[in-house]
């Protein structure tokens, strides 16, 4: 008789990661239902369950219900428990278990690992999980002291600890879940907190550091010993760089007089408050001002920085920093005649421009397909939800207050969003691989007329 064989040792790697999230999503929602994991009488609805659940392991940080005034101790432990999880990934997590019973990583393990970070090859992809573990623990921890000695000021130590552990997490994942409703009112996120030196440098240095991607870290702390740094972290060093202070400029410059968010603020506050609002649109969530309250030319800019999002192998989503570089290089390369496009010194192949055109428009179509359709089912205004859904999508979590107020149906799309910013770049990247077999004839050449 035929064995049979288990249907899951088929799967591809890019379908076992989204089983995989999924799977946990699931788990986490369930575990929300519970009655102790939420303070009110009665269980979270199924819809608002799964739409936290959602916005936690795909580290987005987008909340129909305040985090920390809706859910107990328990509930709360459950959402940073799918943040870490989400941000790391369950396989990082799963590895990490493996190493403390001493098992040995399979092929297939090393090959749904290599897709999860957005590898290139297998070679090194142990050490490499190694290195994401202890770079992503030392940095929660460092952020957690800190976070817990300026609390400590305000709140007794154990609850300055808790707090201080938990929102380390939860900026170095870029999730942007706060706690902060019990003390400062719901969704007020970090907003009481706009003229702090300490908190707003801290959140914005875990959260650069979650979004430049592990590769990049891991570069920068053994810089000292190569004295070299790959094509790879220069890239995403000088754009994230470039984009941060440009970002902090725009802000800073239109919300100046704006009486209902910079506006109040001393220079200093000013100046921390821009670069923040700067920072969080790069997939993290949190907010020391009002974003309702920006400017419509600030609402869109961030927009556009949400739709950028973070670097590859991050805890972060967009259509990344690479990717956004590759096509002002293609733009520069055309308007100088060149058919090349070479960055600090190094010609890109063709198919990583294809990849890179491919994702960027299909990353359009999501985001005006779904904007399209919840301007239909949503009451608010265009600029509103096209906000939100590049939001979902960004893995960014900031909101202009549509949240609470969405529809079950806008829930689902953009519990949808969330879930395909997390994983659709995963997904894509493996579907656009190259086929290995050769082509036996090409088409003639033809000649579109453009622009």
């Known amino acids: 008789m035929k064995k049979i064989k288990n249907p899951l040792l088929r799967l ?4 076992i990661l989204v089983l995989g999230f999924a799977g946990i999503i699931l788990c986490g929602t369930l575990l929300l239902m519970l009655p102790i994991a939420t303070t009110g009488s009665g269980t979270l609805p199924f819809i608002d369950a799964l739409f936290t659940a959602t916005s936690a392991t795909c580290v987005t940080g987008l909340v129909v219900v305040d985090t920390g005034t809706s859910f107990t101790t328990f509930g709360q432990v459950v959402i940073i428990l799918l943040i870490q999880l989400g941000g790391l990934g369950f396989m990082t997590m799963s590895t990490l278990i493996a190493f403390v019973l001493r098992k040995k990583i399979t ?3 090393r090959l749904i690992l290599q897709e999860a970070l957005n590898q290139g090859s297998m070679e090194g992809i142990v050490r490499l999980i190694r290195k994401v573990l202890l770079y992503s623990l030392g940095i929660e921890a460092i952020g957690a002291v800190l976070f817990t000695a300026r609390l400590s000021f305000d709140l007794d130590f154990p609850k300055a600890l808790y707090y201080g552990v938990w929102h380390s997490i939860s900026m170095f994942n870029n999730a942007g879940f706060d706690l902060f409703g019990p003390i400062t009112g719901p969704f007020s996120s970090f907003t009481s907190y706009a ?3 300490v908190m707003n440098v801290t959140a914005m240095s875990l959260v650069v550091c979650g979004g430049i991607g592990f590769i990049v870290i891991s570069d920068l702390l053994e810089f000292k010993r190569t004295r070299k740094l790959s094509l790879h972290s220069k890239v995403v060093l000088s754009m994230t760089a ?8 725009v802000i800073f410059v239109f919300e100046y007089t704006n009486t209902k968010t910079l506006g109040p603020l001393h220079l200093g506050g000013k100046v921390l408050a821009s670069f923040f609002q700067s920072i969080a649109p790069r997939t993290a969530g949190p907010n020391t001002v009002d974003i309702g309250s920006l400017r419509q030319a600030s609402q869109f800019f961030i927009i556009v ?4 999002g973070a670097s590859p192998g991050s805890t972060g989503g967009g259509i990344k920093t690479t990717t956004f570089t590759i096509l002002i290089g293609a733009m520069i390369a055309m308007i100088r005649g060149k058919e090349d496009i070479v960055i600090f010194r190094f010609r890109l192949a063709q198919n990583r421009i294809l990849k890179a055109i ?9 985001v005006i ?14 600029l509103k939800i096209l906000f939100e859904v590049t939001s979902a999508f960004g893995t960014v979590g900031l909101s202009m207050g549509l949240t609470p107020a969405l529809t079950v149906f806008g829930k689902i799309m953009i519990s949808v969003m969330m879930f395909a910013g997390r994983l659709g770049p995963i997904t894509l990247a493996y579907a656009l691989q190259p086929k290995p077999e050769k082509e036996l004839y090409r088409y003639p050449e033809g000649k579109i007329t453009i622009g």
Do not use: R
């Open 195 to 197: 003229n702090d030196f």
């Open 12 to 15: 591809m790697p890019p379908q």
């Open 107 to 109: 092929l297939k393990e």
């Open 358 to 366: 491919t994702l960027v428009m299909i990353a359009l179509f999501l």
């Open 242 to 249: 470039f984009l941060i202070v440009f970002g902090a400029i």
């Open 305 to 308: 920085l949400m739709f950028i």
């Open 369 to 382: 397909f779904v904007s399209m359709l919840l301007s239909t089912t949503e009451d608010a205004q265009f």
